[in-house]
């Protein structure tokens, strides 16, 4: 019985021979390696892109007001109420009146009515806001907005229906010029601009707002020589604008709520009668631990308000939280599949090779056992040298994986720009060291199950 110095310089020794014979036939082994650096590289770049778009979604949901925001919005009837159907008020100013009064469990209301197609001029220049928007102070909090510039609209402001507006830097660049353009930072408080040819004063302007993701890459092309361009300039990514919640939150326009009622509002409804509804109505609860009591609060208030009319329904946070994660779940188990029959590819030809592998060294696998190698060497030897293809197969899919990554970052939007995590590239390494072992067991088997007499009399 060997001892257990022998056994270890055994075990070294094959996996030495291993090596060299890998060594020995390397483009063979890298052809064989291939499959494993498309399976790992396509399992780490799936992972980076669904680990992107959950922290651009994540990010863009705090940035539209956090988890304890709830969006009220208009619904059709009930079945049972369709009778009802023409008696449906929708969302009024008398509903946050009642909330504010009737619903304790709920700490803030914003009511908020949008001008529809507005245009904003000034300085001989023109553009259009992602939104323009009438509302109460409240909406600071409502929608996690911060003053940078100035100040925002006060009570006093909406009770005298004050032509005074409050911008983000989004407008500001397009009418004054952006820091880049005009080498400073531009504070527009006090300019007039034209809202749809109504002046308003700037009393105000939000800090600007950007994911974690494209302030990093602001910060490296500040350090990047400036390139001369002519033509149209492109926008970095394949989404719209409008789908970028923080393109959405720097190109907003806000005026007090009284302000758009009686400049734009008050009879521009239909047959250019007032029109009274609230286009966007979000509530605020105390906690996150009392929203389904809160909603119960608010539903009851409602109902009264809108004389039992169940022309709403409620919108939280929470129900966009459920989508992400379901989005990310399917998004993660077809990537994980694609991977997984990549990987699965990649097995099958490291299990080919090897058995073509064996069939060359049978007479040298006898000699091996005729000299006193023992079936398990010869299995471990075999194992070593499948493993070890596999092992630099998924090392370099880390490495392709980098590539493939930068690209889809030059496609995808900035906030959802992919992410390659260390967790991801250790499970990577590891599936490829298993798909090793699992390709390498048959023809390991194979190998030493080899009756040295018939192998040294092979031909």
Known sequence: ??????????????????????????????????????GV????????????????MKEALIAMGGLDKVLVRDEDVPLFQEHLKDQAPGRTIKDVYALRKSAPLVRLVSPEMELRGAM??????????????????????????????????????EENANSVCVIGTGIRDAIFGSPEETGRDINPVGEVININRVPFVIVGMFR????????????????????????????????????DAFWRKNNTVYIPLNTMWVKFRSASGTGGLPDPRLTDMDIKVTSLEHM??????????????????????????????????????????????????????GGIGIMNIMLASINERIREI???????????????????ESVTVSLIGGLAGIGASYGLVHILA?????????????????IAVAFSAATGILAGLFPAFKASRLDPIQALRYE
């Open 410 to 426: 030059l496609l995808s939007p900035t906030q959802n720009s992919p992410v390659i995590t260390t967790d991801t590239m250790l």
């Open 292 to 345: 389904d009591a809160a909603l119960a609060q608010a539903r009851n208030v409602l109902l009264m308000s809108h004389n039992g009319v169940e022309d709403f329904s409620f919108r939280t946070q929470e129900n966009q939280v459920e989508d992400i994660n379901k989005r990310i779940r399917n998004a993660r188990i077809s990537g994980g599949i694609i991977a997984g029959l990549s990987l699965l590819v």
């Open 366 to 384: 006898g000699t091996c056992k005729a000299l006193g190698a023992t079936d398990i060497i010869i299995f471990i030897q075999i194992i070593v």
């Open 120 to 157: 904003i001029s000034g300085q001989g220049k023109t553009t259009a806001p992602s939104e323009c928007v009438g509302a109460w102070p409240t909406v600071l909090e409502m929608n996690l907005f911060e003053v940078e510039h100035g100040r925002f609209f006060a009570d006093l402001d």
């Open 1 to 38: 019985d060997p001892s257990p110095e022998i056994r270890l310089m055994n075990l070294f020794n094959a996996i030495m021979i291993g090596l060299k014979e890998i060594w020995a036939h390397k483009f063979r082994s890298l052809l064989t390696m291939l499959g494993i650096v498309l």
């Open 41 to 56: 590289s396509s399992l780490v770049a799936m992972a980076a892109i669904t680990k992107g778009m959950e922290n651009g």
């Open 208 to 243: 600007h707002y950007e994911s974690e993701q494209a302030a990093k890459m602001r910060e490296l092309e500040k350090d990047k020589p400036k390139e001369t361009t002519t033509g149209p300039v492109r926008q970095r990514g394949w989404m719209r604008k409008e789908w």
